[in-house]
C-alpha cells in the first residue's frame, strides 16, 4: 500500500488547513488510521488516531483542535487543524496499521505498517 500525503503549506497562527492521506489500495476502511509529526530537531510524536469504526485518540497538544476523519469510498483520511499554533510547524505523515492494535499500540509509530511521504505544514506570521 502506498500513502500520499498532502495539503500542507505555510499558514498564519490561528488559521486552519486539512491535510488528506489517500491509499493507492482500498486499505483504509479496515485499517487504523494514524497522524505523527516530525518538527525540526525533535523525534516524531503521534498526533491522532482512528480506527476502523471510527474511534478517534489525539495527543493533548492538538486535542480540541485537530480532528481526524475519513472517508472510505475515497479511501482518504484526513486532519482538519484548527487555531494552528507555530509550535505545530513540523512535516505531518499518515500511517496505517492493523485494527487489532491496542490502544497503548496507538502512539506508537513502529506499529504502524506503511507510511507517506509526509507533507510539511509551517505556522508562522
Known amino acids: 500500500v502506498q500513502l500520499q500525503a498532502s495539503g500542507g503549506g505555510l499558514v498564519q497562527p490561528g488559521t486552519s488547513l486539512r491535510l488528506s492521506c489517500t491509499a493507492s489500495?482500498?486499505?483504509?476502511?479496515?485499517?487504523?488510521v494514524g497522524w505523527f509529526r516530525q518538527a525540526p530537531g525533535k523525534k516524531r510524536e503521534f498526533v491522532a488516531a482512528?480506527?476502523?469504526?471510527?474511534?478517534?485518540y489525539s495527543s493533548n497538544s492538538v486535542r480540541g483542535r485537530f480532528t481526524i476523519s475519513r472517508d472510505n469510498a475515497k479511501n482518504t483520511a484526513y486532519l482538519q487543524m484548527n487555531s494552528l499554533k507555530p509550535e505545530d510547524t513540523a512535516i505531518y505523515y499518515c500511517?496505517?496499521?492493523?485494527?487489532?492494535?491496542?490502544?497503548?499500540?496507538?502512539?506508537?509509530?513502529?506499529?504502524?505498517?506503511?507510511w507517506g511521504q509526509g507533507t510539511l505544514v509551517t505556522v508562522s506570521s
Open positions: 482512528m480506527r476502523r469504526y471510527g474511534t478517534t
Open positions: 500511517a496505517l496499521g492493523s485494527d487489532r492494535l491496542i490502544v497503548s499500540s496507538l502512539y506508537v509509530e513502529e506499529n504502524y505498517d506503511a
Open positions: 489500495e482500498g486499505a483504509i476502511s479496515t485499517k487504523t
